[in-house]
């Protein structure tokens, strides 16, 4: 009955999301629901208090800041002009004749230096438009483009990416976000590559069909009342904040952090691991430097500094909310009987393997929350010390577990009902039947081709 509770719960949860209810609300009413058809009704409102609240409590305690400074730099970079200059620096570097590159270079180098996917999306939308209607391409393709940029290799695959996803397992396997460089970067390469060269081949078929840009009543979601950007930024200025991103990533990664001594901090505090935590504050001080610098560098030309602060940390709490959210609900599922059997299935399942064992749950987990970030947590708070055990068991390197985690998350969360897909439809202007075939072959099936790749190289030579 606990098995069959939990599975009720979660296909509604899945139809509840894709219908558009805020998981702020779906995500306890479905835990809820799974306690009280499990029979456990009388500890329905201790498993609320304690357990759900408890694990979304402890989440928000260790990535908040992580999502309110990543969404602060996102709008500075949005309001300072920046974003605005990089994009238009990429059109005229490659032009209207490599279209889709354009746009998913575009989307890549600001989702890579930190910036929002959201933020990203409705800043290269515009352009995206113009681009696709001068080229006469059509603007159904317009939501791959965005996505395969935005939604895949600068999120999950490419070393020292300061994306929530990459971060999310740094204190579970004592990693930071270089986590096996090497095979990040092939992974992203084969995203990148094969997911450009699908596109190019629908703007080729596209073309010899006859089809051009299109009959479009722009009913997009309108940006307008968007206060415009700033004085308009060079473009080696504009990457600065980009490169400080990553550079200060790096920089305290693989230099300062590991040339001090903090077992200092673990007498003072004992519940804090440095070796676990460090990753975590190496992204924090790059994406405050960068945002300190922004504001320092372009104080004369805001237009309204104090509504871009606010704007950009009012903005991180619905995400942070909504993943802690599907967190709690993890917690409580995870609470019950039915919960272990499912687990000791899914642990069991490859023994030999356990890198296609936490894939396969990273995927499902992902592919029900219609969330990488959601279904990663979950996944992680319920089953992240089994596989550090069963890695260590095996002789494989916590960084291998990372980056296949990271990266099986990034597969199946765009399903019909994800958040990101219907957010960028609506930014777009367009529906699931329009775009959404596209938007899966770059955002599913490829990361899926990534992620096996990346299995098969890490089983064969380890992590590198």
């Not at 995500?27 to 201790?46: C, E, R, T, Y």
């Not at 800041?65 to 602060?72: E, N, S, V």
């Not at 596109?199 to 006859?210: D, I, T």
């Not at 699931?432 to 096996?452: D, E, G, K």
Request: contains cysteine; aromatic residues 8%; negative net charge.
């Amino acid at each position: 009955m606990s098995i069959l509770a939990i599975i009720i719960s979660l296909l509604l949860l899945m139809f509840l999301a894709y219908r558009g209810i805020s998981v702020l609300l779906l995500a306890p009413l479905m835990a809820s629901l799974a306690v009280l058809l499990s029979g456990d009704a009388a500890f329905l409102l201790p498993i609320y208090t304690d357990t759900f609240m408890g694990a979304l409590g402890n989440y928000v305690i260790q990535f908040f800041p992580l999502f309110l400074l990543g969404a602060l730099f996102g709008q500075l970079m949005a309001d300072s002009g920046a974003a605005q200059s990089i994009a238009n620096g990429i059109v005229k570097k490659l032009g209207t004749h490599h279209v889709v590159l354009t746009v998913v270079m575009a989307c890549a180098i600001l989702t890579y230096g930190g910036v929002s996917l959201f933020v990203v999306a409705f800043a290269i939308y515009p352009i995206s438009r113009e681009l696709f209607r001068s080229a006469n391409v059509p603007k159904r393709l317009i939501p791959a483009s965005i996505a395969l940029g935005s939604f895949t290799f600068t999120m999950t695959a490419l070393p020292g990416t300061p994306a929530i996803q990459n971060a999310i397992p740094i204190p579970y396997f004592e990693t930071n976000s270089f986590a096996a460089p090497g095979l990040g970067i092939i992974a992203g390469l084969i995203m990148l590559g094969l997911g450009t060269f699908y596109l190019q081949s629908r703007v080729k078929k596209a073309a010899h069909n006859g089809e051009g840009y299109g009959q479009h009543t722009e009913r997009e979601v309108d940006a307008s009342d968007e206060d415009e950007p700033s004085a308009a930024m060079p473009l080696p200025v504009a990457l600065i904040p980009i490169l400080m991103v990553i550079g200060l990533n790096a920089l305290f990664t693989y230099g300062v952090f590991p040339a001090i001594d903090l077992s200092f901090i673990s007498e003072e505090f004992e519940n804090v691991s440095p070796s676990g935590q460090s990753g975590l504050w190496a992204i924090l001080i790059a994406l405050l430097t960068a945002s300190t610098w922004l504001i320092i560098t372009r104080w004369k030309h805001w237009q309204d500094l104090k509504a871009s602060i606010n704007k950009g940390c009012l903005g991180s709490l619905l995400p942070v909310f909504n993943t802690a959210s599907e967190v709690g609900y993890g917690a409580v599922i995870a609470s019950m009987a039915g919960f272990a059997i499912i687990r000791d299935s899914v642990l069991t399942a490859f023994p030999s393997n356990p890198l296609i064992s936490e894939a396969m749950a990273m995927s499902v987990l992902a592919g029900i929350t219609g969330s990488s970030s959601g279904g990663l947590s979950i996944a992680l708070e319920t089953l992240g010390s089994e596989y550090l055990a069963m890695a260590q068991e095996a002789g494989i390197n916590p960084e291998l577990m990372h980056r296949v985690a990271t990266l099986a998350a990034g597969g199946m969360d765009t399903l019909p009902h994800s958040g990101a897909v219907i957010t960028l439809l609506a930014i777009c202007g367009l529906t699931h039947r329009q775009s959404y075939a596209n938007v899966a072959m770059v955002t599913i099936l490829l990361p899926i081709t990534a992620l096996i790749s990346v299995i098969i190289l890490g089983t064969l030579f380890g992590s590198f």
